[in-house]
Structures are given as C-alpha cells and as structure tokens.
C-alpha cells in the first residue's frame, strides 16, 4: 500500500500542470508581502502542496480563490495534512502568491 501511494505522489507531483510550479514573478509577489521569500521557498511549499494535499483530494488551481481566502482554507486543512507552522506558512506563501493577479 505505502509503495502505491508513493507511486500515486510522484505522478501529482509529475503530472501537475507546469502552471502550478513557481515562477520569478511569483517569488517577487511573495517578497512584497513576505520580505526575505524567495523562489526556493515557493518552490518548497509547491512540493508540499503536491505531496501533502494531493494525497487526499484533486489539488485545486491557485487561483480558483482570492488571495486572501486561501488562509483561512488552509488552517482548516493544515491538521488533515500534517503540516507543521512552518510548513503551513510555505504553503500559504505558494498559494497566495500563485492566486494574486499578475502585475501589468
């Protein structure tokens, strides 16, 4: 069973719309925000959120909610994920990022 579910991770992290990874501009949003963030941190909390919440459930798009709904979305979910605070904070600086309109 544990081989099937790893095998099932590494297809969402495979398979994930290339979309979904990280960009510069993302980093740079995050920054504005979270001074000090860098793409390196966006892509971790990308890695978490392929791992820890495809596990469950179909991930969704980032943008499918407001920047700001996405904190409340994850404090919910954060216990049935396992993830720890800093982790929790990765995620949340991934997806608020990835959800903020692109700049002109």
Do not use: F, I
């Not at 990874?21 to 979270?34: I, S, V, W």
């Not at 978490?48 to 469950?56: F, I, K, N, P, V």
């Amino acid at each position: 069973m544990r081989r099937l579910s790893a095998s099932l991770l590494l297809c969402a992290a495979a398979c994930a719309p290339s979309v979904l990874a990280p960009t510069e501009a993302d980093a740079r949003r995050a920054a504005a925000a979270n001074p000090g963030a860098t793409e390196a941190d966006l892509r971790r909390g990308y890695e978490l959120y392929l791992t820890r919440c495809a596990g469950c459930h179909a991930l969704h798009r980032p943008q499918e909610l407001a920047p700001g709904q996405w904190p409340r979305v994850l404090q919910k979910m954060a216990p049935r994920a396992k993830l720890g605070a800093d982790e929790l904070e990765l995620v949340e600086m991934y997806l608020v990022a990835k959800a903020a309109p692109s700049g002109p």
